[in-house]
């Protein structure tokens, strides 16, 4: 039997047995408030405090405590929380047993680095959070080249005191050096710090520099590989890129086979650049029985059984992610989303509630205006009412109206009070090039100016939907020229044609899309090309088609936003209102009803 075949029913995290329900019951609720997972070998190590002289050394101390989290993740009988999670937790005033409680962890680990020319000390403090019991505290010093020496012997340290005995494996891999090179190292570790979703290109161009100065760093060599697949995945659709990617992957098995680093990779790569999930599910399930505890791994792997649309197997993995990882903002936006496009409203709403407070507590003001302005608008389509973002709205200080998230918002509500004069107050003042005070704004996204262009032709004016659009079609058509496999860019042109008239074209822009990605093969991105379809059939005034498309689509998961209360007022089905067709489709029981 494979090995996620069970998970809904037993899984094994660190040699304990963790009970998830069966399908009929299951759940998704993170709040370590309601059911803690506390067992006697579960910790979770804070931030690291900077002791060193220099300040800039922060990006070294960072990289020394998730070098040492790295290292318990390969104790297969420890439970380690992840790095995301405990982040929110730097500088905080709470105690161990209330951060212990939160986490659900019986042990926690404190400590701090400095670094003074060549040398380095790492100080740490491990704590019982059951009883706020200071169990050691160790100093480890040594010359800067003997850094990895130091982060082995930290976790042999925790694992004696827990009374774990590593494997001859487990001892081997924390016990190796990644590289001899410290100015690669240090390179590396700057790297990591600028996330996938927030500068890619840059991350992507440090890890070439890391390297050019020690081309045997296998870790730094998979790196390259994921951040290649992310930048091909979201960004840069091109053969040129994804070589890129697979020849850092084959750098990577070179150097280091079996290392957990090089499999993770090989399992993020099929998937972000090849889509090959049977080959992405092998590797992240080698990932897991390597570290237990890895929660990138078991999010990869939810991942992938969404796109296989084994949606209780997602949900499963999910949930153990969230275990582990309970702050984590990938996870836990990508699982609200997995319950919210199968309609389990509540379980959903309860990981975004964690979720921002976990963003609250860590003082992450953009991501948690963000959160809370997804977290109101599905609890719209949960229930059809406004209330909660009229309530949230009103909370807000001036000074907060105009963010991006915000105005966002007040826009969607404005639509849904059919008061298109303040929608179209609204879109001149978050679409100006300039804000208020002539600071240039972010050029306007191409989903947010399409939507805007489908507001406007839905309120009658064709003409002033095509001039929104602006120049933006004839830039996609030439961006389709360079990457003609890229099916989202596709689906932005499809929408756009059909706007402009071009009724032709725009249908086989979408079914260029679904060719490109059907539904077979993606269970995730495929019904949101068929969703494309019915709205081109529906501009080109084909109702026939949109009915019988959007009647399929609203019994499959196919979108975190489209309940029948997101449907009754989405410009882009504008068309088919009055129908009577559209008003039954609405109200049929089956288009409420939970979907797995």
Same mark, same amino acid.
């Given at each position: 039997?494979?090995?996620?075949?069970?998970?809904?029913?037993?899984?094994?995290?660190?040699?304990?047995?963790?009970?998830?329900?069966?399908?009929?019951?299951?759940?998704?609720?993170?709040?370590?408030?309601?059911?803690?997972?506390?067992?006697?070998?579960?910790?979770?190590?804070?931030?690291?405090?900077?002791?060193?002289?220099?300040?800039?050394?922060?990006?070294?101390?960072?990289?020394?405590?998730?070098?040492?989290?790295?290292?318990?993740?390969?104790?297969?009988?420890?439970?380690?929380?992840?790095?995301?999670?405990?982040?929110?937790?730097?500088?905080?005033?709470?105690?161990?047993?209330?951060?212990?409680?939160?986490?659900?962890?019986?042990?926690?680990?404190?400590?701090?680095?400095?670094?003074?020319?060549?040398?380095?000390?790492?100080?740490?403090?491990?704590?019982?959070?059951?009883?706020?019991?200071?169990?050691?505290?160790?100093?480890?010093?040594?010359?800067?080249?003997?850094?990895?020496?130091?982060?082995?012997?930290?976790?042999?340290?925790?694992?004696?005191?827990?009374?774990?005995?590593?494997?001859?494996?487990?001892?081997?891999?924390?016990?190796?050096?990644?590289?001899?090179?410290?100015?690669?190292?240090?390179?590396?570790?700057?790297?990591?710090?600028?996330?996938?979703?927030?500068?890619?290109?840059?991350?992507?161009?440090?890890?070439?520099?890391?390297?050019?100065?020690?081309?045997?760093?296998?870790?730094?060599?998979?790196?390259?590989?994921?951040?290649?697949?992310?930048?091909?995945?979201?960004?840069?659709?091109?053969?040129?890129?994804?070589?890129?990617?697979?020849?850092?992957?084959?750098?990577?098995?070179?150097?280091?086979?079996?290392?957990?680093?090089?499999?993770?990779?090989?399992?993020?790569?099929?998937?972000?650049?090849?889509?090959?999930?049977?080959?992405?599910?092998?590797?992240?399930?080698?990932?897991?029985?390597?570290?237990?505890?890895?929660?990138?791994?078991?999010?990869?792997?939810?991942?992938?059984?969404?796109?296989?649309?084994?949606?209780?197997?997602?949900?499963?993995?999910?949930?153990?992610?969230?275990?582990?990882?309970?702050?984590?903002?990938?996870? +836990?936006?990508? $699982?609200?989303?997995? *319950?919210?496009? %199968?309609? =389990?409203?509540? !379980?959903? &709403?309860?990981?975004? #509630?964690?979720?921002?407070?976990?963003?609250?507590?860590?003082?992450?003001?953009?991501?948690?205006?963000?959160?809370?302005?997804?977290?109101?608008?599905?609890?719209?389509?949960?229930?059809?009412?406004?209330?909660?973002?009229?309530?949230?709205?009103?909370?807000?200080?001036?000074?907060?109206?105009?963010?991006?998230?915000?105005?966002?918002?007040?826009?969607?509500?404005?639509?849904?009070?059919?008061?298109?004069?303040?929608?179209?107050?609204?879109?001149?003042?978050?679409?100006?090039?300039?804000?208020?005070?002539?600071?240039?704004?972010?050029?306007?996204?191409?989903?947010?100016?399409?939507?805007?262009?489908?507001?406007?032709?839905?309120? +009658?004016?064709? $003409?002033?939907?095509? *001039?929104?659009? %602006?120049? =933006?079609?004839? !830039?996609? &058509?030439?961006?389709? #020229?360079?990457?003609?496999?890229?099916?989202?860019?596709?689906?932005?042109?499809?929408?756009?044609?059909?706007?402009?008239?071009?009724?032709?074209?725009?249908?086989?822009?979408?079914?260029?899309?679904?060719?490109?990605?059907?539904?077979?093969?993606?269970?995730?991105?495929?019904?949101?090309?068929?969703?494309?379809?019915?709205?081109?059939?529906?501009?080109?005034?084909?109702?026939?088609?949109?009915?019988?498309?959007?009647?399929?689509?609203?019994?499959?998961?196919?979108?975190?936003?489209?309940?029948?209360?997101?449907?009754?007022?989405?410009?882009?089905?504008?068309?088919?209102?009055?129908?009577?067709?559209?008003?039954?489709?609405?109200?049929?029981?089956?288009?409420?009803?939970? *979907?797995?």
């Amino acid at each position: 039997m494979p090995t996620w075949a069970w998970i809904g029913a037993v899984v094994v995290l660190g040699g304990v047995a963790t009970y998830f329900a069966t399908p009929k019951s299951q759940t998704l609720d993170p709040r370590p408030s309601d059911q803690p997972i506390v067992d006697q070998k579960s910790i979770a190590v804070l931030p690291f405090a900077n002791r060193s002289p220099d300040p800039e050394n922060a990006f070294f101390t960072d990289g020394v405590h998730e070098d040492i989290l790295t290292n318990l993740f390969n104790i297969r009988a420890l439970r380690v929380v992840s790095r995301t999670s405990v982040e929110q937790y730097r500088g905080t005033k709470k105690t161990m047993k209330e951060i212990g409680a939160e986490l659900g962890v019986a042990y926690i680990l404190e400590g701090s680095v400095q670094r003074v020319g060549n040398k380095v000390r790492v100080t740490g403090q491990l704590i019982d959070a059951r009883t706020d019991v200071h169990l050691w505290a160790k100093s480890f010093d040594k010359d800067l080249s003997d850094i990895f020496a130091i982060q082995a012997e930290v976790a042999k340290a925790i694992a004696a005191e827990l009374q774990t005995v590593l494997s001859p494996q487990e001892q081997k891999v924390i016990e190796r050096r990644p590289t001899e090179n410290i100015a690669a190292y240090d390179l590396y570790l700057k790297a990591r710090q600028i996330m996938f979703r927030g500068q890619p290109r840059v991350r992507a161009r440090l890890l070439e520099e890391v390297v050019e100065l020690d081309p045997k760093f296998a870790m730094a060599w998979a790196e390259l590989a994921i951040t290649h697949g992310h930048v091909f995945r979201n960004l840069e659709r091109t053969p040129a890129r994804l070589a890129q990617a697979d020849a850092a992957l084959t750098r990577a098995a070179r150097l280091a086979p079996d290392a957990p680093e090089t499999v993770i990779a090989q399992g993020w790569l099929a998937y972000l650049g090849h889509r090959d999930y049977a080959r992405s599910t092998a590797e992240f399930d080698k990932v897991i029985q390597l570290q237990p505890s890895n929660a990138g791994a078991i999010y990869g792997m939810a991942t992938i059984r969404s796109r296989q649309g084994r949606w209780l197997e997602s949900v499963a993995n999910y949930r153990i992610a969230l275990q582990l990882d309970p702050a984590g903002e990938d996870v +836990g936006v990508d $699982a609200a989303q997995l *319950l919210e496009a %199968g309609r =389990r409203w509540d !379980e959903a &709403r309860a990981v975004r #509630e964690r979720l921002n407070a976990a963003r609250a507590q860590g003082q992450k003001t953009s991501t948690l205006e963000t959160g809370q302005a997804f977290l109101v608008g599905r609890a719209f389509s949960a229930t059809g009412s406004t209330k909660a973002a009229d309530d949230w709205l009103a909370g807000l200080p001036p000074v907060q109206l105009e963010s991006r998230p915000v105005m966002g918002r007040r826009k969607w509500r404005a639509n849904i009070r059919g008061d298109y004069a303040e929608w179209k107050r609204l879109d001149a003042i978050s679409s100006a090039p300039t804000d208020e005070n002539g600071v240039q704004r972010p050029r306007e996204s191409i989903a947010n100016l399409i939507e805007a262009a489908m507001m406007i032709a839905a309120h +009658g004016d064709l $003409a002033g939907a095509r *001039l929104r659009l %602006g120049g =933006r079609p004839e !830039e996609t &058509r030439s961006t389709l #020229e360079l990457d003609p496999t890229n099916d989202r860019v596709w689906i932005q042109l499809a929408l756009m044609e059909v706007l402009l008239g071009n009724q032709t074209e725009a249908l086989r822009a979408a079914r260029m899309a679904v060719e490109l990605v059907p539904e077979a093969l993606d269970a995730v991105d495929g019904p949101r090309n068929r969703r494309t379809l019915a709205v081109v059939h529906a501009w080109a005034g084909d109702k026939d088609s949109a009915f019988a498309e959007l009647t399929r689509l609203l019994r499959v998961p196919f979108g975190y936003d489209y309940s029948v209360h997101d449907l009754r007022v989405d410009p882009m089905f504008a068309p088919l209102r009055g129908d009577p067709r559209f008003e039954t489709l609405l109200k049929d029981p089956k288009s409420i009803q939970p *979907l797995f």
